[in-house]
T-cell receptor, first 114, second 113 residues
Framework: GAGVSQTPSNKVTEKGKYVELRCDPISGHTALYWYRQSLGQGPEFLIYFQGTGAADDSGLPNDRFFAVRPEGSVSTLKIQRTERGDSAVYLC????????????FGPGTRLTVL | GDSVTQMEGPVTLSEEAFLTINCTYTATGYPSLFWYVQYPGEGLQLLLKATKADDKGSNKGFEATYRKETTSFHLEKGSVQVSDSAVYFCALSDSDTGNQFYFGTGTSLTVIP
């Protein structure tokens, strides 16, 4: 079946602009995660959804970052007033139930802030 | 808090050499442990996992054993191939601290013919 998809694959924006990154999880997966991966580093957790609600947003770096999942499927990560330090690959993952279950990752969106 | 410490790279091996990539962890509960692989230009893929102590995960000739006494989950392969060239990430998921994954920094492996 289809895996996790993310759009766009690449996004170049200017400092101060607003961006939206989209994630389409595996069908039927109730849990959805966003991570950020900087060059040469492992992914770092941003936010986790169980269904429509954000169960854990402790990884969001500041209030410029926000994510929604209004119907419990597709999620959008929103970044306001982008800064050069936001440049990274943003990864989305989904899993079928909580508690250490395997997360399946999308290909990521490479965000470049000029 | 929870964390994963992974052997730093890069690692360069000749084809058919033995591979070990060390991974140790710190966790408050009883984590599940994972190895993910990222091939050039591709996304993260699950390589193997173990969900409790003494479990051995295996896939594509790779193995890792969940050692609670040494808090380790070292990745091994007896004979590497050029196609194994990739970045390998050790990760843990601890239900006591939520459902996020904690990743190591990754180890880049290059296998030369």
């Amino acid at each position: 079946g289809a895996g996790v998809s993310q759009t766009p694959s690449n996004k170049v924006t200017e400092k101060g602009k607003y961006v939206e990154l989209r994630c389409d999880p595996i069908s039927g997966h109730t849990a959805l995660y966003w991570y950020r991966q900087s060059l040469g580093q492992g992914p770092e957790f941003l936010i986790y959804f169980q269904g429509t609600g954000a169960a854990d947003d402790s990884g969001l770096p500041n209030d410029r970052f926000f994510a929604v999942r209004p119907e419990g499927s597709v999620s959008t990560l929103k970044i306001q007033r982008t800064e050069r330090g936001d440049s990274a690959v943003y990864l989305c993952a989904s899993s079928s139930y909580r508690g250490g279950n395997t997360q399946y990752f999308g290909p990521g969106t490479r965000l470049t802030v000029l | 808090g929870d964390s994963v410490t992974q052997m730093e790279g890069p690692v360069t091996l000749s084809e058919e050499a033995f591979l070990t990539i060390n991974c140790t962890y710190t966790a408050t509960g009883y984590p599940s442990l994972f190895w993910y692989v990222q091939y050039p230009g591709e996304g993260l893929q699950l390589l193997l996992k173990a969900t409790k102590a003494d479990d051995k995960g295996s896939n594509k000739g790779f193995e890792a054993t969940y050692r609670k006494e040494t808090t380790s989950f070292h990745l091994e392969k007896g004979s590497v191939q050029v196609s194994d060239s990739a970045v390998y990430f050790c990760a843990l998921s601890d239900s006591d601290t939520g459902n996020q994954f904690y990743f190591g920094t990754g180890t880049s492996l290059t296998v030369i013919p």
